[in-house]
């Protein structure tokens, strides 16, 4: 492991009480994730991993165990921490144009007016969406909308950026696409990123680490170091003869896991219950 840790999840634990009962979502999870670094967590549709999210976002409290962001516990959402949740449209305010979606979060944040509209042209910009700064996001395509949620995220200037399955309902190749740009503004902001996703391939291909959780209540299975070289590309990459251990890896440690893998994808287009459910919350 790298010297220091940005953050730390400490044996976490999440159990969701409730007048029907008790569900255990988190079992027991650490782990930790370095500065710059683009750590993948993967594992099952309903394993908790928008739970573990959204406690390491300050969303959630955890029931047991802790959350370190620079060695602070997260009781709130952090200042410097950016959130791309995977309903894209369900987190765009249909009434304001796209940069102003952008820079909405800024607002509350005391970003001053001329800041903000340099930060939309700027965020735009990398994302590719510039022309459409002032459009409605309901005149975008699903894969833009997403792409203006990591602007957003982006305009938020975070130190680290979490993401929860972000492109789980786009078409393959708008999902290349968007990993690509992601891997882009990874590489040129050095945002320290934690990206959660249920498919496989994904987590390879992106990631320095890929954390494989169990099935609920979820621990870390293993942890799957990827160190295939930068810049990656989506036929060069995954023609690689050490893309294709690493996937067998990540998914032989799912199956011996119990892990059901019809809730895994090894690649792109077929998913199931990957649009199931909200991240409430924030945005
Ligand atoms: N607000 C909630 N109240 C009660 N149970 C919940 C709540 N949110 C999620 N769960 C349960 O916790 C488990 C993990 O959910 P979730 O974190 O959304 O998994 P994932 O993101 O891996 O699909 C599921 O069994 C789900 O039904
Ligand atoms: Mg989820």
Redesign the pocket.
């Known amino acids: 492991m790298t010297a220091r840790a940005m953050l730390e999840v400490a044996a976490l634990a999440k159990t969701?009480e409730?007048r029907d009962g008790a569900?255990p979502?988190i079992a027991d999870v650490s782990f930790t994730v370095a500065p710059g670094e683009l750590v993948c967590l993967v594992?099952?549709?309903?394993?908790?991993?928008?739970?573990?999210l959204k406690c390491l976002a300050g969303l959630l409290a955890p029931s047991a165990g802790e959350v370190l962001l620079d060695g602070e516990a997260v009781r709130r959402p952090p200042p410097n921490m950016g959130f791309v949740p995977q309903d894209y449209s369900a987190s765009m305010l249909p009434w304001l144009k796209v940069d102003s979606n952008v820079t909405f979060p800024l607002r509350h944040k005391g970003v001053a007016a001329r800041r903000r509209a340099e930060l939309a042209e700027e965020t735009l910009r990398v994302v590719g969406l510039s022309e459409f700064a002032r459009h409605y996001p309901w005149q975008l395509s699903g894969g833009m909308q997403q792409r203006v949620a990591i602007a957003r995220a982006l305009a938020y200037e975070p130190e680290i950026l979490l993401m929860?399955?972000p492109f789980a309902s786009v078409d393959a190749q708008t999902r290349g696409d968007l990993e690509d740009l992601l891997l882009d503004v990874w590489a040129t902001y050095g945002v320290t990123t934690v990206f959660?996703t249920?498919d496989i391939d994904e987590s390879v291909y992106l990631a320095d680490r890929v954390i494989v959780l169990s099935r609920?209540p979820?621990t870390v299975q293993r942890t799957v170091p990827v160190d295939l070289p930068r810049p990656r590309d989506q036929i060069t990459t995954k023609q690689l003869a050490e893309f294709a251990r690493l996937r067998t890896d990540v998914m032989r440690t799912i199956k011996r896991a119990g892990g059901d893998e019809s809730d895994l994808s090894p690649s792109g287009p077929h998913r199931v219950g990957a649009s199931r459910?909200r991240t409430e919350d924030r945005q």
């Open positions: 969701y409730s569900t979502a594992g099952p549709s309903g394993c908790g991993k928008t739970t573990l929860d399955e959660v249920h609920r979820s459910e």
